[in-house]
């Protein structure tokens, strides 16, 4: 069974910054995709960021030029730095992975962490 623990989130004022991980228990050098996503109270959870093995990413519009995600092979980590960090980012942080022999039957996802950002 494979595991993906987040860490990181917290309290922040406006302004601020946060870096989050996401600890796998196995290597990511087996995903073949690994990412982000957020759900705040009463919003459908969104995609914040992925990035695929070959090192491709993807962010939403509204964290786009601020959130950076990378990932770390040989530390089975995954990483979001989170950059001038306003009050509509405050919400739960989920981190994913997708298996590269199984796409799509073997998709993971962590306890989420919390982001609040104060005004």
């Known amino acids: 069974q494979v595991q993906l623990v987040e860490s990181g989130g917290g309290l922040v004022q406006a302004g601020g910054s946060l870096r989050l991980s996401c600890a796998a228990s196995r290597s990511t050098f087996g995903f073949n995709a690994m990412g982000w996503h957020r759900q705040a109270p009463g919003k459908q959870r969104e995609l914040v960021a992925e990035?695929?093995?070959?090192?491709?990413?993807n962010y939403a519009n509204s964290v786009k030029g601020r959130f950076t995600i990378s990932r770390d092979d040989a530390e089975n980590t995954l990483y979001l730095q989170m950059n001038s960090l306003e009050p509509e980012d405050t919400a739960v942080y989920y981190c994913?992975?997708?298996?590269?022999?199984?796409?799509?039957?073997?998709?993971?996802w962590g306890q989420g962490t919390q982001v609040t950002v104060s005004s």
């Open positions: 994913y992975a997708r298996d590269r022999f199984y796409p799509r039957t073997h998709n993971y």
């Open positions: 990035i695929s093995s070959g090192g491709n990413t």
